[in-house]
């Protein structure tokens, strides 16, 4: 982030140190001309102030000895408004208890210096995302080096400028970079603490003596090992992408020995776990390598702006036969269709473009031609890939032998009530209606029902729903009125709408 030596050295601001400020980085620039702003900070700014409404010859030391405490790192003083110039008492006081100082001359608006600010802080943003391309391109190619663990674990101590592990799932030391590298001491228990939670369960945490973040390595079952990475400060945005692709290529690694092909497959499946996890840009840079693969094209990866996630399960054998048959599919469709085993290495995920070639259609056919079923999710933006991948795995739990194919979509155009299991569904409606599925005059408690299903797909509107029975007005109001005495809940209540709607959609197979 930037400092205030970069404001200082920023041409046209014309900013004069007076005294020199820590080299911590500057998290923000605020102006605030209150005696104790110290309530509205936290911490890391540039205070830019003109001293109103204190004299220059006043006791400076409180003010700048709470600022200091309130971890601000420089006052920029506007000379030539409030007072002529910095005033020497406020110079002695940040000389004794900080923070810095710097005199802004009456030229110089506030606002010029804070747009100077957020300007050095948006460069620094665009270096870091450019260094992070760099730096992901690097490993991943790294991964494909006979000795690709220690490669790529090297190549990662080297961009984050820090000391990186991978140990095995009992803490021993199984490759480091720089040879120094030594675990933190408490690594065992952190692994203890993680391992139920498997290849999802990782640990960053934040000390005096640096960042340390541990992540489970490998691509399916249980971790082949974890990495570990201590740094002296907390991972940016862009190294934590970075960390993200070495974990991804790491699993890779872990699994050397395939053959070519087999290489490929999980080059596809770390792209694809990026991509779904949200890191678009590394799993396309993956993707680019798996397409540099002995008889690829090398093509560019032409993933869809729209995408569309397929799981399927089956057998061992159906699973790996329709990977077969998407892979051969896609060395024509190039990476817009990308498959891979699913994390349980009991299925597969499979992500196509929406409205590309292949379709989620022909994969459909592919994956059931296989001896597969089908859960298709919705269809999203590349970004949001993880969504339809979560919409795919509940469709996928919702198939049957005799109907193997299940698209999400299907659940939004027929409602929430589709989405539940006949069994609990029938459960929920009887417990709801019970009240008035047992009344002793049949004939009103089917009045009762009817009338609430108008008045509910009339949005509780008497007069239409009167209109709907050939009823009066009032006759609709007694019968909800009833209906909420019988049920002990008003119609007022968003809940009760909402259940009473599912619960009537399945009352004609609740037995009277």
Do not use: K
């Amino acid at each position: 982030m930037p400092t205030v030596a970069d404001l200082l050295g920023t041409r046209g601001l014309d900013l004069v140190e007076v005294v020199p400020a820590r080299p911590d980085p500057v998290r923000w620039v605020t102006t605030s001309e209150l005696l104790d702003p110290t309530a509205f900070l936290e911490g890391g700014e540039v205070l830019l102030t003109t001293g109103l409404g204190r004299r220059a010859d006043a006791d400076w030391s409180r003010y700048a000895a709470d600022l200091a405490a309130a971890g601000v790192v420089a006052v920029g003083f506007g000379a030539g408004l409030s007072h002529a110039e910095v005033p020497p008492a406020l110079e002695r006081a940040c000389r004794v208890t900080g923070p810095g100082l710097f005199a802004v001359p009456r030229p110089t608006p506030f606002i010029a210096v804070a747009r100077t600010f957020v300007d050095l802080l948006r460069a620094e943003e665009q270096d870091a995302a450019a260094t992070a391309v760099v730096h992901q391109r690097e490993l991943a190619r790294a991964a494909t080096r006979p000795d690709a663990r220690e490669a790529v674990v090297r190549r990662l101590a080297q961009a984050l400028g820090g000391q990186v592990l991978v140990v095995d799932p009992d803490g021993a030391v199984l490759t480091r970079s720089p040879a120094r590298a030594a675990p933190p001491p408490d690594l065992p228990r952190a692994l203890r603490a993680l391992g139920p939670q498997g290849l999802r369960g990782a640990l960053s945490e934040q000390g005096p003596e640096g960042a340390v973040s541990v992540h489970p390595v490998g691509l399916r079952g249980r971790p082949a090992g974890h990495l570990v990475v201590r740094t002296p400060l907390a991972l940016d945005g862009g190294q934590r992408s970075t960390v993200a692709t070495a974990v991804a290529l790491l699993g890779l690694a872990a699994e050397t020995g395939a053959a070519a092909r087999a290489d490929e497959r999980r080059l596809r499946g770390c792209a694809l776990s990026l991509l779904l996890r949200g890191d678009r840009d590394a799993a396309l840079r993956v993707l680019a390598v798996a397409e540099e693969a002995p008889g690829r094209s090398g093509a560019a990866p032409a993933l869809a702006p729209r995408v569309r996630v397929l799981r399927a399960t089956g057998s061992a054998e159906a699973v790996e036969d329709a990977l077969q048959a998407l892979e051969t599919r896609s060395r024509t469709a190039g990476a817009a269709l990308v498959a891979a085993p699913d994390e349980d290495g009991a299925g597969l995920v499979a992500v196509v473009g929406e409205g590309a070639d292949p379709g989620a259609g022909e994969v459909e056919r592919l994956l059931l031609a296989a001896g597969c079923r089908v859960g298709t999710g919705t269809a999203v933006p590349l970004d949001a890939a993880g969504t339809s991948a979560q919409t795919a795995r509940e469709a996928l739990r919702r198939t049957r032998p005799a109907a193997p194919v299940f698209r999400w979509d299907d659940v939004r155009s027929s409602g929430v009530g589709s989405v539940l299991e006949p069994g609990a569904a029938r459960a929920f409606a009887t417990a709801l209606l019970h009240p008035v599925l047992t009344l002793p005059d049949r004939a009103e408690a089917e009045a009762l029902l009817g009338t609430a299903r108008e008045f509910l797909s009339r949005h509780g509107q008497r007069q239409p729903t009167a209109e709907a029975l050939g009823v009066h007005r009032n006759t609709v109001r007694l019968r909800i009125a009833r209906l909420e005495q019988l049920l002990g809940r008003s119609f007022d209540e968003a809940q009760l709408r909402a259940d009473l709607w599912i619960a009537l959609q399945h009352a004609d197979d609740v037995p009277r």
